[in-house]
């Protein structure tokens, strides 16, 4: 069966570092999404994406994050200056069409910054 | 925009018992309506959706939730619970839109199931 895939499993990264998590989505799925999870939190959507464009993010999506599709297959989530408060889980997500509604998550990337 | 509250961050039953895990939404058009489980270490599986049409849904593992339009909610239950079904369940909203299908999410409950 198709699956998201994420890597790395677990990322450390010192405050102020830049870093890139990394999705490969489902491959006939046109829709991709970053949530995360701080330990202990509820799920929270960070950004949608669609056609090479962002179509939609949250208040937490602000300028230190950035996405791209580079290739074909591959999804990213760039950090471009992490803080403390970034340590969570972040879980990547497709969708073939919006119609289904039905989006499917990767095992995430637990990224812990010190 | 909508919201989504789960009753109960823990809920513990007996091997065998009813699972019933509560969820109510909110929305200010037709939502669709999910379930997901989180295993230990592991990421979001779905268990069942509502979209449209039937609104007794089924899923897998024997879980089944209704959605009652009249109460905005949308309560997960199993008849029998088993050891294996002990994991994190989310109940999450989305409305459907040209932007993107967000999912919000509901705080979690963990499921205890005692032998």
């Known amino acids: 069966e198709p699956e998201v895939t994420q890597t790395p499993s677990h990322q450390v990264t010192q405050m102020g570092q830049e870093v890139i998590l990394r999705c490969v989505p489902i491959s006939n799925h046109l829709y991709f999404y970053w949530y995360r999870q701080i330990l202990g939190q509820k799920v929270e959507f960070l950004v949608s994406f669609y056609n090479n464009e962002i179509s939609e993010k949250s208040e937490i999506f602000d300028d230190q994050f950035s996405v791209e599709r580079p290739d074909g297959s591959n999804f990213t989530l760039k950090i471009r200056s992490t803080k403390l408060e970034d340590s969570a889980m972040y879980f990547c997500?497709?969708?073939?069409?919006?119609?289904?509604?039905?989006?499917?998550f990767g095992p995430g990337t637990r990224l812990t910054v010190t | 925009a909508q919201s989504v509250t789960q009753l109960g961050s823990h809920v513990s039953v007996s091997e065998g018992a009813l699972v019933l895990l509560r969820c109510n939404y909110s929305?200010?058009?037709?939502?669709?309506l999910f379930w997901y489980v989180q295993y230990p270490n592991q990421g979001l599986q779905l268990l069942l959706k509502y979209t449209t049409g039937a609104t007794l849904v089924k899923g897998i593992n024997g879980f089944e939730a209704e959605f009652k339009k009249s109460e905005t909610s949308f309560h997960l239950t199993k008849p029998s619970a088993h050891m294996s079904d002990a994991a994190e369940y989310f109940c999450?909203?989305?409305?459907?839109?040209?932007?993107?299908?967000?999912?919000?999410f509901g705080g979690g409950t963990r499921l205890m199931v005692k032998p």
């Open positions: 997500a497709s969708t073939e069409r919006l119609a289904t509604s039905e989006q499917y």
């Open positions: 999450a909203v989305s409305v459907r839109s040209n932007a993107g299908n967000m999912l919000t």
């Open positions: 929305s200010s058009v037709p939502p669709y």
